[in-house]
């Protein structure tokens, strides 16, 4: 079973910036497209960004031009640098792969972004 530990979250003032890191206990990261996901108190879990094997990256709605995702593959460690935050980026934070069967979600790392 993989497992997926996300970090970083936590209370920023708006514009300010936050990068979590999502951690996973294997090799993912050459063999799968993963994304980052949020999920938004109330609403469905959404996709925000995404990078594929060959590290091409593309972002979803206000996240571009925001937000950059990144991965380091020797340490299994998928990243989401989140600039200029605002409040409508309050949420929980997951990782996951992009297509096919989902691992099972970690615990998500939770943003909240307010002054």
């Known amino acids: 079973q993989v497992d997926l530990v996300e970090s970083g979250g936590g209370l920023v003032q708006p514009g300010g910036s936050l990068r979590l890191s999502c951690t996973a206990s294997?090799?993912?990261?050459?063999?799968?497209?993963m994304a980052w996901y949020r999920q938004i108190s109330g609403k469905q879990r959404e996709l925000v960004a995404t990078?594929?094997?060959?590290?091409?990256?593309e972002y979803v709605g206000s996240a571009k031009g925001r937000f950059t995702i990144s991965k380091d593959i020797a340490k299994n460690t998928l990243y989401l640098q989140m600039n200029d935050l605002s409040p409508e980026d309050t949420a929980v934070y997951y990782c996951?792969?992009?297509?096919?069967?989902?691992?099972?979600w970690g615990p998500g790392t939770q943003v909240t972004v307010s002054s």
């Open positions: 996951n792969r992009l297509f096919g069967p989902r691992y099972t």
């Open positions: 294997e090799s993912l990261f050459e063999v799968n497209a």
């Open positions: 990078i594929d094997m060959y590290t091409t990256a």
